[in-house]
Nanobody, 112 residues
């Protein structure tokens, strides 16, 4: 029922930055949800990267602490993932998750 669309992925050099967006539709109370970012690297399991709650409490995987920031704009039904100081191991498909819905994913490639 809830549709999620990610955007903002691309190719970036190590040390660079990207900002991912996740826009939700088909939801009335987006502001009351927890939004998650996951990623999946080739040959690896999907892992939780970050989350943000309705009161804007946040949590991050150890691998991205200090480099990634999750935020939300409830007026736009959108969550963001600001990714700084990107490393090759950050490469993968990034997915937004909210309630029981998943986005289609957006590719992030960190390479020279």
């Amino acid at each position: 029922q809830v549709q999620l669309v990610e955007s903002g992925g691309g190719l970036v050099q190590p040390g660079g930055s990207l900002r991912l967006s996740c826009t939700a539709s088909g939801i009335i109370f987006f502001s009351a949800t927890t939004v998650y970012w996951y990623r999946q690297a080739p040959g690896k399991e999907r892992e939780q990267v970050a989350l943000i709650t309705l009161i804007r409490a946040t949590d991050y995987a150890d691998s991205v602490k200090g480099r990634f920031t999750i935020s939300r704009d409830n007026n736009l039904n959108t969550a963001y993932l600001q990714m700084n100081n990107l490393k090759p191991e950050d490469t993968g498909v990034y997915y937004c998750h909210c309630q029981d819905s998943w986005g289609q994913g957006t590719q992030v490639t960190v390479s020279s």
